[in-house]
């Protein structure tokens, strides 16, 4: 393993596999040309990890070109040339007059270079639903290409991503070993007097500094510290206000590394908590320890859903919201992959390589507990992502 | 001015005035109906922060409507009670059977909201280009509202946006501050035998922490934290490697409070600088002084990238990308406000209020030098909401 941003994370073979796996979908589905705009799709493909999805960006697999082509902003190229395995031909950046500019469009540079490179254009799948595919690029590339077919590939690429190889779940695990790092670094810190924004940095200090092995880059999220009244809302951002004594602190977060997550959430109770508070967690473990109990090939997401559900109706408690999410690559604003949720409508049967955040977080309204693991599917059960053991954490 | 993420930003006359604007807008466009995307003109006008707009989520705003109406998910509409002025009838949550599902679409539940709230839906505007605008959604509107005309209102909440009131202008300076000490602290902290990943965490852990008397959030997009040859790289992750002697380390980075950012790039040497590097320094921070001149109201845009285009010419340089972009309210992936860059092809007219991120950072393949300034242009001038001194700074 090379050190993080110093080239390609994995060797070309794997790249070759997964480009293999895209053209056999496409060909599944009749499609010649596929345009790929979420950013976690296009760094699965080629390695390129930079920070450059606010312009206009796309990767551009033709079922009868070996490599994709990638069209983005010119000061990113160097990026590309450094961090992917594409040469020189197949990468095609536009000038800085298409950038968020009344005149120049960056669609219209797209099509042209499409034009020039596509041996054919009949059947063109574009995602759809994704981040960063916008409303008005669709419009004028149905405009632009009227003899082309247009599918909808959105999420095509995330199914395939959803299998990760050895090497990948390699990658994984040193994420883990930094999430489980953030958590414990919360728990020592953690103190009535600190103000939230203060706990909040030796989170994100340790997300980025990583071990001394090897270290972090930025989460797709941001880190959610929530304490005292707040501890209900999942996505507010901390306060500067003190932490205060007698609360719930809930630490929802993800370490990042190559763009692997391993999401981990903690509470961590200041003081005493009341007989409800400790009830109330105690049931969330008793939850998730029986559906992670149930985690093998085979299964589905509902099934493991159903478990959590009917173990904690026992205590007299509900989760609305899902029971958790695929996992991998992610850029800002999502670590899921948004393919197979832990819900009871979700008959996605568990394979081996498959990654899941088990995220049974109860926010209720004024007040909320999480306590969450993610973990891979393995041939013969589940291996945890990160280690921090599963229980409410009480810091009198 | 209430503690970070404590309730409501502004008062709610700042409100009022703001969607005043906004429908004055839209009266001028014949639109009755207002579907908002983008979470930074959401943010704008209702004062809502959280980061829930990784899944579904609208603000509409009818003419003859007095308040905004939010539509979300669920489980963030806590959230929404707690952060805005908005009233129990215009807060609209959606449950989670809509997130990320194959079978149910919030688009279905927006329509439902549309028919139920809005006494006419002539005539709809949409965000086509914003972030997190899919083309699926479009697509899915435009197919459930048959008898709706439909009105590209892309940037124009943007626009308004681009003059800042005195309480924004507030604000501002104060992440201009805390990107001061950002920049150093990462000046005191850099060494040769520091990891980038841990000069990486110095950054972030004041970006969070900020100062004493006020904390700081997350800004829109990670620090950039470039050395050696990946100098010349300017999206790309820190790696792992330690930073290591003669090198130069541009760091790009913005503090953000309350969503605003001021974001502050500078160059820091390590060791001794060739002479050809400190010449190119020299002439960036005698282009970048003259522009900074050049800034009053009545100018344009296009007015001062001249002058630095004009000032790096005599040196032999050229800086092909735009000088700069209006800056304020933003959220992942972009602290732009999308709206005027300083460039050549851009006539807007400075007015007093306006803020830009003044960024002649030149990357040259394999090194670059970044020195930028952050400003809000006043009635006289100007006024520069970081104060750290423009040039390169060489650490032996």
Redesign the interface.
Known sequence: MR????GIPFEKAEYDRRIALVKDEMWRREMDTLLISEPSNICYLTGY??????VFQTLVIHRDIENPIWIGR???A??VR??TYLKADTIRPY???Y???A?WDPVDFLVAQLREVCPTLQALG?E????????????KLLASLPNSRFL?A?LMVNWIRIRKSPAEIAIMREAGAISDAMISDAVEASSPNM????L???I???????TPE?????AS??P?VLTGS?S??????????KIGTDTPINVETSACRRRYHAPLSRTIFLGSPPDSYVRLADAVVEGIEAALERVRPGVTCAEIERTWRETIARHGLNK???LG?SIGIGF???W?E?TA?L?S?DQTVLEAGMAFHMMPGL?L?DTGVTITQSFVVTESGREDLTKFPRRLIVKA
Chains 1, 2 share one sequence.
Not at 195 to 198: G, P, S, Y
Not at 214 to 218: A, K
């Open positions: 050190p993080t941003g110093d990890e930079a920070f450059s999805f606010y010119s000061m990113d160097t990026s450094r961090m000038t800085d007059d950038v968020q500019s005149e574009v759809m639903g994704a981040y960063y595919y916008s409303a008005r690029t669709h419009t909808d959105e103000r939230e924004c203060d909040t940095a030796v994100y200090n340790r997300m980025i500094a990583g090897f270290g972090g880059v930025y999220s941001p959610y707040r209900g809302e999942p996505h507010a951002p901390w306060s500067d206000r609305e919201s899902r999410y800002p604003p999502s899921g948004r949720s819900r409508s926010w309204g």
